[in-house]
């Protein structure tokens, strides 16, 4: 019985103090990159939302998410809404945005280089902001 206890003790040596270390690092990386607090209350208050992959590829790919993006990610979104698109892409001269248009949410995003043979599905519009 002993024996067993000091295993069980064990189990949090150095390597699990190291893990935790890595874990938190990595932690305060992810919410140092991607969209600001300002940005996101723009975001909201322009009745745009971003879902967690959407946030995960700014994060990923460093995507520094401007004001001026918002701006026309706005207006690609109402474009595409006023002709009746479901699931658009706004393309935008660094930045491709694939939409959710009904409730304005960004599904994912993407950033030069873009790859050849690279196709987007289930999308009804594009518009070119």
Do not use: C, W
């Not at 932690?27 to 939302?49: D, H, T, Y």
């Amino acid at each position: 019985m002993i024996g067993r206890y000091k295993q069980i003790q064990n189990l949090g040596g150095p390597e699990s103090t190291r893990l935790n270390i890595s874990r938190a690092q990595k932690q305060e990386q992810r919410v140092s990159v991607g969209l600001s607090p300002f940005m996101q209350e723009l975001a909201s208050s322009m009745g745009i939302k971003f879902s967690k992959h959407a946030l995960d590829r700014i994060r990923f790919r460093k995507i520094d998410f401007t004001q001026d993006h918002l701006l026309r990610l706005a207006d690609g979104i109402t474009k595409l809404r006023n002709k009746g698109v479901k699931e658009g892409v706004v393309v935008m001269d660094d930045l491709i945005a694939v939409v959710g248009v009904k409730d304005g949410t960004v599904i994912t995003v993407k950033t030069p280089p873009f790859k050849k043979d690279a196709v987007f599905s289930q999308i009804d519009g594009v518009v070119f902001v």
